[in-house]
């Protein structure tokens, strides 16, 4: 069983940047794929990135050109670097093992909260 813990959020102004990490233990890290999804209040959890176990990556069109996942396979841990942050990026952003590039397969952890002032 894989476990995930996100770090990295806070408050930026609107055109600032972020760097979240997901720190896993358990399983064989080069082996599967990881997502980022976010909630924001009121609205269901959404898709935002997703990095495969050969570096390949998806972005929803919604950060695409803002958003870049990376992973360090030596460190077991997965990045999301935003930029160019917008007030409607607020949420808590979670991580989770992917299939399908964009289906959660894993339990839901804490999240780390993301708030962009306008």
């Known amino acids: 069983q894989v476990q995930l813990v996100e770090s990295g959020g806070g408050l930026v102004q609107a055109g600032g940047s972020l760097r979240l990490s997901c720190a896993a233990s358990?399983?064989?890290?080069?082996?599967?794929?990881l997502g980022w999804f976010r909630q924001a209040p009121g609205k269901a959890r959404e898709f935002v990135a997703t990095?495969?176990?050969?570096?390949?990556?998806y972005y929803a069109d919604s950060v695409k050109g803002r958003f870049t996942i990376s992973r360090d396979n030596a460190k077991n841990t997965v990045y999301l670097q935003m930029n160019m942050l917008r007030p409607e990026d607020t949420a808590v952003y979670y991580c989770?093992?992917?299939?399908?590039?964009?289906?959660?397969?894993?339990?839901w952890g804490q999240g780390t909260q993301v708030t962009v002032s306008s």
């Open positions: 989770n093992t992917v299939v399908h590039v964009d289906r959660a397969t894993g339990s």
């Open positions: 358990g399983g064989t890290f080069n082996t599967y794929s």
């Open positions: 990095i495969g176990w050969s570096g390949n990556t």
